[in-house]
């Protein structure tokens, strides 16, 4: 066969894989009778939530593909296939020592980095860490809970439903802090004494507010259609299988209203995996489109024959335009005055990060088992730069999940800025030479 023919032949194979992973993720309803054969082609150490069990989704193309078992040199990573072949991976090799020397650094017991290329949907990061037990590949297991990172999916549906922007002012009682009742979706002025815009609640994640504005606005079928646009329910198509983030959205009515007014909020009922969340900040920095995200730039036989070369990225809109612009600008505000701002701020309000970055952070504890301390899931997920890039500025979208003990060292916020950093210390260098 020749060059060109082997080449051919390589970018139908990637173009089939795109279509099997489009549809699996748009018609997730029609994989119901999926056996659970399929199941198996997930990593044997994955726990999977109820959905996954059932729609384990289409095998992806590279059979036998170990991500936690890539060899990083100086300048380029690979991984061994079968009958001798080798995937060389989009991974930049500086950005993957950083990441896994980082997580080493700070003693964390359980972590996961992934920084995409926000444009091409290649991975720039992968990377994986336990203090304990045998390699996992963390990035593709949804078992975490989604935490505040919810709140992406909430803003996207109100965005789109009812036309609110992150300009948008809101009310609510401030005792509600961190904890939701039953009273907090009341509607009362003598209590409603906190006013504040969409953006600034996104930025201090304000669960009250994004919980009313959820029962008050919104139904079920709207936020589910939300949360499927960014993947959750289904698998996501990549180069290795994703567990699907888990979905249950109770009904918005009844005794129920409450449980959908929490998770709304980012309470429970949704997980995600690191490789999704690095995608639902990517689809904002895109302006709504989806790209399937990959890590295989080409594949080599025993030989050192071309056998695959990545296709060139096509995207779908996932969300609207003004979803996108309208979350994007919400996000910002986590970095200004929220949540993260004292983990990207030095003492004098210096920003570490040379550009401004866009982000939504997430936190959790999960209640241990007997005997089993409480885990706290914490999660940063974002891009940067939040404005349009320069001319040969990097873009990356970047997900980092830490899974700590009742006592921490770090969260994933300054791990994710630590990596940023590092995504963009030349221009840091330039800032500071000038």
Request: aromatic content about 6%; overall charge neutral.
């Amino acid at each position: 066969m020749s060059s060109a023919s082997i080449r051919s032949a390589a970018v139908a194979l990637g173009a089939f894989a795109l279509v099997v992973g489009s549809v699996g993720a748009l018609h997730f309803a029609k994989l119901r009778g999926l056996k659970h054969a399929q199941a198996a082609t997930l990593p044997s150490a994955m726990k999977l939530a109820p959905l996954a069990q059932e729609h384990a989704g289409p095998v992806p193309p590279f059979a036998g593909l170990d991500l936690t078992r890539m060899v990083v040199s100086d300048h380029d990573a690979t991984a061994a296939l079968p009958q001798g072949r080798t995937a060389h991976l989009t991974i930049d090799a500086r950005l993957q020592r950083a990441a896994v020397a980082l997580m080493k650094r700070h003693r964390i017991p359980e972590a996961s980095i992934v920084i995409m290329d926000a444009d091409t949907g290649a991975i720039l990061a992968y990377a994986s860490h336990l203090a304990s037990g045998p390699a996992r590949d963390l990035a593709v297991e949804a078992t975490a809970p989604s935490a505040s990172v919810f709140k992406l999916v909430t803003a996207t549906a109100l965005v789109e439903k009812e036309g609110v922007g992150a300009d948008t002012r809101a009310c609510f009682p401030r005792s509600a802090g961190q904890r939701i009742v039953a009273s907090d979706l009341v509607v009362d002025p003598l209590r409603d004494k906190w006013c504040e815009t969409l953006g600034t609640a996104m930025g201090k994640s304000e669960n009250a507010v994004f919980a009313r504005l959820a029962q008050e606005k919104l139904d079920e079928p709207t936020l589910e259609t939300a949360a499927r646009a960014f993947g959750y329910g289904a698998p996501l198509a990549f180069d290795v299988p994703v567990q699907p983030g888990k979905l249950e959205i109770p009904q918005n009515a009844g005794d129920t209203a409450l449980g959908f007014a929490r998770t709304a909020a980012g309470f429970w009922n949704t997980t995600l995996s690191p490789l999704q969340a690095a995608e639902m900040s990517a689809i904002v920095a895109r302006g709504g489109e989806s790209i399937r995200p990959h890590v295989v730039a080409r594949i080599t036989s025993a030989t050192g024959a071309v056998e695959y070369e990545a296709p060139a990225p096509e995207s779908h809109r996932a969300i609207t335009e003004d979803a996108a612009r309208a979350v994007g600008a919400m996000m910002e505000h986590t970095v200004t005055e929220g949540t993260s701002y004292r983990a990207f701020h030095d003492a004098h309000r210096t920003p570490f990060v040379p550009v401004p970055v866009a982000g939504k952070t997430g936190t959790l504890t999960g209640e241990g088992a007997h005997g089993v301390e409480p885990r706290l899931y914490t999660w940063f997920t974002g891009f940067a730069p939040a404005r349009p890039a320069h001319a040969g500025e990097r873009r990356v979208a970047i997900a980092v999940l830490v899974v700590n003990k009742p006592r921490w060292h770090v969260k994933a916020n300054v791990v994710a800025r630590e990596m940023l950093r590092e995504v963009y210390r030349d221009e840091h260098r330039a800032v500071a030479s000038r």
